[in-house]
């Protein structure tokens, strides 16, 4: 049953990473070329956490590019952490298409037992993808200045507490 621990303490380590309070880091706010978007007056401060972490961290990914200026160097790592948040995104959005086609029925509907073999197959697939993410992440990490580290810790993070198209 170790496998199981294992895989929710992965889960776990990363969404508590990207989900991270940016506003008790007094981290600013990102600019997308005009003024900053302003908040209704009834907004509260805190932090909205998305429901789809891979999803808002996907939408960030075009101006968290440019915004980094990869060195050539780089843009290798870059790509491949790119695909793997974009992957594990497509992963969930298939997830959840699945789970509504199991609204309308059909002429067989699954059984119980095939519901649970394929929710189980597809965590599996996820854990695996998130670990390679993690491990990607690690790598495209390491080869970033203190600058670009700076700004991809600020906007991950921010991806999560105010993501894009909400």
Not at 84 to 96: K, L, Q, Y
């Amino acid at each position: 049953m170790a496998y199981p621990r294992a895989m929710r303490a992965a889960v776990l380590s990363l969404v508590a990473f990207l989900v991270l309070d940016a506003a008790a880091q007094g981290m600013p706010r990102r600019e997308r070329g005009g003024a900053p978007r302003e908040r209704p007056s009834s907004a509260t401060p805190a932090a909205v956490v998305a429901n789809d972490p891979f999803s808002a961290l996907e939408r960030e990914l075009p101006s968290l590019e440019v915004d980094l200026m990869l060195k050539p160097a780089q843009v290798d790592g870059w790509r491949v952490f790119a695909r793997d948040v974009r992957d594990i995104a497509e992963m969930d959005r298939t997830r959840r298409k699945h789970l509504m086609s199991l609204r309308e029925g059909g002429e067989n509907p699954p059984t119980a037992s095939a519901l649970i073999a394929t929710l189980a197959e597809d965590e599996r697939q996820r854990y695996e993808a998130i670990v390679d993410l993690k491990r990607h992440f690690d790598q495209l990490f390491a080869a970033l200045d203190d600058g670009q580290r700076r700004t991809i810790d600020r906007r991950l993070v921010q991806s999560q507490v105010e993501p894009l198209g909400r």
